[in-house]
């Protein structure tokens, strides 16, 4: 009943910035926690960041300083501005939606994005 659409992925040079995007779509009440998780190859999914809808945030210490999260409560949208970027930052970036009431069912459920490529070249 819910889908994430994730955009903003790519190449980018060392220094550079991207933004992501992920929306959130489908018959959603409300979502507790919006967050990126990143992939590289060889290693565990990680978090990157997240945000409660009352907006408070929590940072890997690799990206604290240098990526920034928001969300569009109104939109289900969550943004990741990642400046300064690094090649260790290469990895497939996924959103991740934590705690979504859905219309019409009881519990709550997490969500995954298909993910999308970031690439750091040096």
């Known amino acids: 009943q819910v889908q994430l659409g994730e955009s903003g992925g790519g190449l980018v040079q060392a220094g550079g910035s991207l933004r992501l995007s992920c929306a959130a779509s489908?018959?959603?009440?409300?979502?507790?926690?919006m967050g990126w998780y990143r992939q590289a190859p060889g290693k565990q999914r990680e978090l990157v960041a997240t945000?409660?809808?009352?907006?408070?945030?929590k940072y890997a210490d690799s990206v604290k300083g240098r990526f920034t999260i928001s969300r569009d409560n109104a939109r289900n949208t969550v943004y990741l501005q990642m400046d300064s970027l690094k090649p260790e930052d290469t990895a497939v970036y996924y959103c991740?939606?934590?705690?979504?009431?859905?219309?019409?069912?009881?519990?709550?459920?997490?969500?995954w994005g298909q993910g999308t490529q970031v690439t750091v070249s040096s």
């Open positions: 991740n939606t934590n705690g979504v009431r859905v219309v019409d069912l009881p519990d709550r459920y997490d969500y």
């Open positions: 489908g018959n959603i009440v409300n979502i507790f926690n």
């Open positions: 945000v409660s809808s009352s907006g408070s945030s």
